[in-house]
């Protein structure tokens, strides 16, 4: 069956521009996370989604970040007047509960020139 | 403040050997953890996990060893093969809590043949 997918694979942007970036889950995955991963550092959690829940927002780095998840389905991640040091690979991983292991889709790259 | 770390950003192995994989964390409220693998332009795929109920879990070739009164885990590959070369995250969460996993930092595992 379909994995998680993202899109775009690659993003080049300019500084200042606003980018949204898109990922859709397993089918039926009911949580939803969106993780950032800078050059030689690890995964940074950004944000969780669980069904119909409020989303938790704790890792979101500013208020240029936002994510939205319609319903059980499709998420975006919209990074608004981009920096340079947002560029980084945008990751996203659906799992069907918390002890689930997360599925991860093959991520985001952000370059913000 | 890094609640899940991966000291050795790297790891060397002769093919047939044991890898040995460590994890520290600190906060003594965690109870699940996983390690996940990452391949070059690939999201992280899901390796093993154990509950803190446990202080070992087998899969194969594949084996996470918990110790809770150190906060330390530890992922056991035996024997080594030239495709278990990649980055190797653990990640850990608290079930009753907030459902955000940290992730560590990484270690890549490169397996010499």
């Known amino acids: 069956g379909a994995g998680v997918s993202q899109s775009p694979s690659n993003k080049v942007t300019e500084k200042g521009k606003d980018v949204e970036l898109r990922c859709d889950p397993i089918?039926?995955?009911?949580?939803l996370y969106w993780y950032r991963q800078r050059l030689g550092q690890g995964l940074e959690f950004l944000i969780y989604f669980q069904g119909n829940s409020a989303p938790d927002k704790s890792g979101l780095p500013s208020d240029r970040f936002s994510a939205e998840r319609t319903g059980e389905s499709v998420s975006t991640l919209t990074i608004q007047r981009t920096q340079q040091e947002d560029s980084a690979v945008y990751l996203c991983?659906?799992?069907?509960?918390?002890?689930?292991?997360?599925?991860f889709g093959p991520g985001t790259r952000l370059t913000v020139t | 403040d890094q609640q899940v770390k991966q000291n050795s950003p790297s790891l060397s192995v002769q093919e047939g050997r044991i890898s040995i994989l460590n994890c520290d964390y600190t906060n003594s409220m965690f109870d699940y953890f996983l390690w996940y693998k990452k391949y070059p332009a690939e999201g992280p795929t899901f390796l093993i996990s154990i509950s803190s109920i446990k202080d070992k879990n087998e899969d194969g070739r594949f084996t996470v060893f918990l110790n809770k009164s150190a906060k330390h885990l530890s992922l056991h590959i035996v024997p080594s093969q030239p495709g278990d070369s990649a980055v190797y995250f653990c990640a850990a969460t608290e079930i009753s809590g907030t459902y955000k996993y940290i992730f560590g930092t990484g270690t890549r595992l490169k397996v010499l043949a």
């Open positions: 991983a659906s799992s069907g509960g918390l002890t689930d292991e997360q599925y």
């Open positions: 089918s039926g995955h009911t949580a």
